[in-house]
């Protein structure tokens, strides 16, 4: 009887893991649920992060995701989770990867940068910002080329372009048509 009840009071850990620091002092009384000592599984390691709205449907469970963080730790692993709900304070959604951490560098609680890898990007032509002509009309750019004057003969001359716009990096602006 003494038996039984010694291994009902055994504790055991529902995953393998690192423990943390104790948080109960040896021969304290515990009532259920008390914490005893933080477990933590290394691996594999989950990495939550927020994406905004706007890449969400570019976003597939698999797709490689790298992660850097301080001293030097690179790692590359895959979505494998992401909310059904996008957050209304700052429109982003919550995507979780799964790094497998085999050397056990990636610790619960750290801090990294992620980067989604969505494919392929399209080939752009990027011209700096100050080379384009913003209007209320339209965006247009001046373009230098081989030109007839009124005498037939060539000359290089200007022509203004309207162009359509992409997204900046920078100083650089995406040409996404017109040229």
């Given amino acids: 009887e003494i038996r039984a009840t010694i291994e009902r009071k055994t504790i055991r850990a529902p995953f393998s893991g690192i423990l943390g620091i104790r948080q109960v002092n040896l021969g304290q009384y515990l009532a259920g649920g008390d914490p005893i000592v933080p477990l933590q599984s290394l ?73 989604v890898l969505l494919g392929a990007s399209n080939a752009v032509i990027t011209l700096p910002a100050s080379a384009i002509s913003y209007a209320p009309y339209g965006d247009s750019v001046f373009i230098v080329e081989e030109m007839k004057g009124p005498d037939g003969k060539p000359y290089r001359g200007v022509r203004q372009q309207f162009v359509k716009l992409g997204g900046s990096r920078g100083d650089q602006v995406a040409v996404v048509s017109g040229i």
Avoid: H, S, W
């Avoid at 030097?72 to 959604?93: C, L, P, Q």
């Avoid at 919550?94 to 951490?101: I, P, S």
């Fill in 43 to 115: 691996q594999p390691v989950y990495v939550n992060f927020a994406v905004p709205q706007e890449q969400m449907a570019r976003l597939r469970p698999g797709a490689a995701v790298n992660l850097t963080a301080e001293g030097g730790i690179r790692a590359t692993g895959k979505i494998t989770a992401m909310n059904a709900v996008v957050d209304e304070a700052t429109r982003n959604v919550q995507v979780q990867a799964t790094f497998a951490n085999t050397d056990n560098r990636l610790r619960p609680g750290m801090f990294v940068e992620t980067q």
